[in-house]
Every structure is written in C-alpha cells, then in structure tokens.
C-alpha cells in the first residue's frame, strides 16, 4: 500500500464532531509537545536523549482512543512521550521526567525512553529495540487467564523487526492465543537505515503471517482510518482471544534523535511528499470542509494548547530534582 497515493482522507461518517475536535486537540498537544521538549533540549534543560513522535501522531491517537485503558495496558519503545499524553499522563509529569525531576513520571530516573505509569496502565517506553515485545506477549497472557477480556497494546518500530524476541514473541502469542496487539510503526526508517535495505520482505505483514497471526496495513497518516482499523481489531481480539500484527505507515519528520539531522540518508522531496499528507494537516482541511471548525477556530485551539503546555514546562523546571538518597529506590540490585 502506497499511502503517499492518497490525497485526502478517507472520512467515515461513523466520527461525530466532538470526537473530531478531540482527536485534533489530541495531535496538536503531541505536537507542540515535542516542539517544546526539542527547545528545551538545545536550552539545556534535557540531558541524553529525545526521539520526537511529530509525524505519528494519527497512529497514537487512533489506537488509545480505541482502548479501554481499565482494563487494557500499553508495552511501548522509546518514542512514547505522545503515547504517556494519550493515556492522559498530566504534561508537566512528563516534561518533569525529561527534566530529571523528582515530580516526572518515573521520579526523574528514567527519562524520555522510559516514561512508566501502572496508574495509567502504561508498562514502559523501552530503550531496548524490540525490548517491549516479549513483555507485551507476558502481559498479554496473563490478560488471558483474567476474565475481563483485557488486551495488551504493544507499540514499536520496523528496526524491531529484525531482532530475535520478535520472532519468539509472535510464535509463542499465536501458540497461547495471547490477546497482545503487536502495532508496528513503519515509519521508513530504522535510525539511518531504510526499510527495504534491513528488511528482506518488502511487505511487513508477511513476517508476522508466517506464525499465523492475522496483520493488516493501515495508512497511518489517515486517523479515521487508523480509528476504525482499531475498533474493528479490538472487537475481534476481545471475542477471539488473538494475537494481531498491524503495520501502520508513517513518517517521522524529525531525526532518528534529536542529533540526527536526517540529511545523509532521505532528501527534502521525500520529507515534502509526507509533509503534504501530514495527519494534523489532513484532518484540519476536513474539519473545515466539513464546516465542523473554521480555520480561525483551529489557529485559536493550537495557542491554547501551546499556551496551556508552556505553563506546564514552566511548573516542571520548577520541580525540585530527585533526592539523591532515591537512587537506588525503585532499582532492582
Ligand atoms: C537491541 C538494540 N539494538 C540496537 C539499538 C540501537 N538503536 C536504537 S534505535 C534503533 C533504530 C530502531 O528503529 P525503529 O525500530 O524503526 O524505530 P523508530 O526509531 O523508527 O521509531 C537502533 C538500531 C538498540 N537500542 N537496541
Ligand atoms: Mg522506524
């Protein structure tokens, strides 16, 4: 599937407006999120690390949407700040833990890569490539033996593909019948390489079909798209007691991490093509083809946003830095 071929979005009726508007409030934090995690960045407030999700947004927001996060629970790789948003992480709890403060998510110990929130049922951003995956499989399967039907949703990227756990998680989800959704993000690229230069099959799926487990593609650029893929896969998964592998097309318009430029291995055609189906751009130009918001409308919802998410970058440089006697507390020895 070529999703640059599609010019527009596919626009089901089946999303009311007010899911609409929360939808592109839910892009638009994520975001300006990362514009102002990457300032901060280069302010020297951030240390280390930061892999940015703008470009991706659609795919978070299409699938947690669709989650029933009382009984659902998230594994998930490095590029999870957007992902610690959806499940409703309070920002400046996240702009904390990339802060290195006591108030972050992880009590400032763990940073941009490891975001973690039991109470939000989100189990983890993972530095490890693939890291996640024999987690979500074990969470999975201890869902399985609860009777409500829970699901585990696991998030990585196509680098994860070619690692060992991946091949072992699948074969061993399909053989239990573990309810773990396995959501790959293609976005192109695993750090500087392309996809077609580490992966020996052009089609993704058909790495995961090989262990007998259903997959499908979905255009992540497109959130209605994405948003009935996901209902339609959880109402399966909840009933058949599955596995499902789903490859979502994306692109991530920064970097690898904020120290790559991107220069030596894509061209800025490419990055025109994906800026032209950018998924906030999409789903505003419906908005406001389908008179729902007015452009004006859209500009004003974008400042609050900013202006809501300043104030929380603002209360978390402000948060005291984690005791050092906390070092070795929550750190297995
Ligand atoms: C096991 C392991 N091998 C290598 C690395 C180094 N590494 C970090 S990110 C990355 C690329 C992964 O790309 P992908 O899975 O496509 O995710 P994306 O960054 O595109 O979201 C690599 C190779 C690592 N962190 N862990
Ligand atoms: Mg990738």
Sequence with gaps: MSVQSQPSLSGRPSLSAKTLQKYLRQMLTIREFEQLGEREFRNGLIRGYYHSYAGQEAVGVGFI???DLK????????????HCLLVGIDPSRIFAELFGRASGVSGGKGGSMHMYSAEHHFLGGDGIVGGGLSIAAGVGMALRRQPEDGICVCFFGDGALD?????E????????????L???????YS??????????????VDRAQGYGVKTEQVDGQDV??????????????RQNKRPYFVEALTYRYQGHGIHDKASNYRGVEEEAKWHGRDPIKLLTEYLIAEKVMSGKQIEALRSEVLHELEAKVAEAAAAPLPNPADLTKDVLL
Aim: glycine letters at 4%; hydrophobic letters at 40%.
């Design 65 to 67: 949407n669709a989650m």
């Design 71 to 82: 009984r659902d629970y998230i594994v998930d790789h490095y590029r999870d700040h957007g």
């Design 163 to 167: 690692t060992g756990t991946f091949h």
């Design 169 to 180: 998680s699948m074969n061993m989800a399909s053989l239990w019948n573990v309810p773990t």
């Design 182 to 188: 396995f959501i790959c993000v293609n976005n192109l």
């Design 191 to 204: 750090m500087g390489t392309r996809v077609n230069e580490h992966s020996s099959l052009s089609q993704l």
């Design 224 to 237: 209605f798209a994405v948003a009935e893929a996901a209902e339609r896969i959880f109402k399966y998964m």
